[in-house]
């Protein structure tokens, strides 16, 4: 059974549970950019993220899915409508509440890995930590913990250039765990690794669902895809469709 086309926003907002359960909440959310001319990234789009939920949104290139990754994780906002992350109105917040709020409740993964060439494996994974005023032994401790969970308990001291793709993208996993954030959105995490690689990935994902994180996965990939409890397909900026996964999918 699925959603589609008029009811796809409405069952957006319901679809992981009540509302006051949501720890995120789009509401009629459109994002224009102006390009030389006017390029509508989302149209309207309406959707609900629960607690402990794992939700991920396919659909083609340029169709929305990225930004509204960026809108959620508080990296842009909207030219109308609402994005409520964790009760907040991502709008209102003045930028050093939005960097809060990224440091602290959100985790980012994605594609291109994104660590700090400079910095150690266990430095990269520490550095949220640093905006959230942990001690230095601390972040220590929590980073070495997180790599060894990860497989990389070896690689503690070893540079992103040192280490291999998939390697890399468990780095950035363990980062975006590091602050015990209460949502996780991963762009494309098995884009540039292996299909076995891609497996592992997928596995401490879900990890983190079990612990309670809450997951917004984007991906081009049905097999990534269907790990998730349902998937929201956009189309030009635009709900088409959202579909329940079945167990064992």
């Excluded at 995120?24 to 990234?41: F, I, N, R």
């Excluded at 997928?202 to 917004?216: F, H, K, S, V, W």
């Amino acid at each position: 059974m699925s959603v589609t086309d008029g009811d796809a926003a409405a069952a957006g907002a319901r679809a992981d549970g009540p509302e006051d359960e949501a720890v995120v909440t789009v509401a009629d959310v459109h994002k224009e950019y102006d390009l030389g001319g006017t390029v509508t990234a989302l149209d309207g789009v309406s959707l609900a993220l629960a607690e402990g939920s794992y939700t991920a949104v396919m659909g083609p290139s340029g169709s929305g899915k990225s930004t509204l990754l960026n809108l959620i994780g508080a990296l842009d906002t909207p030219t109308a409508g609402e994005v409520i992350v964790d009760g907040e109105n991502v709008a209102d917040l003045p930028e050093r509440e939005r960097a809060r709020l990224r440091g602290t409740e959100i985790g980012f993964v994605f594609q291109t890995f994104n660590l700090m060439p400079r910095l150690a494996a266990v430095e990269n994974v520490a550095l949220p930590l640093v905006f959230a005023e942990w001690s230095r032994r601390e972040r220590r401790e929590r980073a070495e913990t997180l790599l060894s969970e990860v497989g990389l308990g070896d690689r503690l001291d070893h540079l992103p250039r040192e280490l291999s793709g998939g390697q890399r993208q468990r780095v950035a996993i363990a980062r975006a765990l590091a602050a015990d954030p209460e949502i996780i959105l991963a762009d494309e995490p098995t884009g540039n690794v292996d299909t076995d690689t891609g497996a592992e990935i997928m596995d401490l994902l879900a990890a983190a669902r079990d612990r309670g994180n809450t997951i917004l996965l984007v991906t081009h990939e049905r097999r990534i895809a269907d790990h998730a409890d349902r998937i929201v397909h956009v189309t030009d900026g635009a709900i088409e469709e959202i579909e329940p996964v079945e167990a064992g999918e």
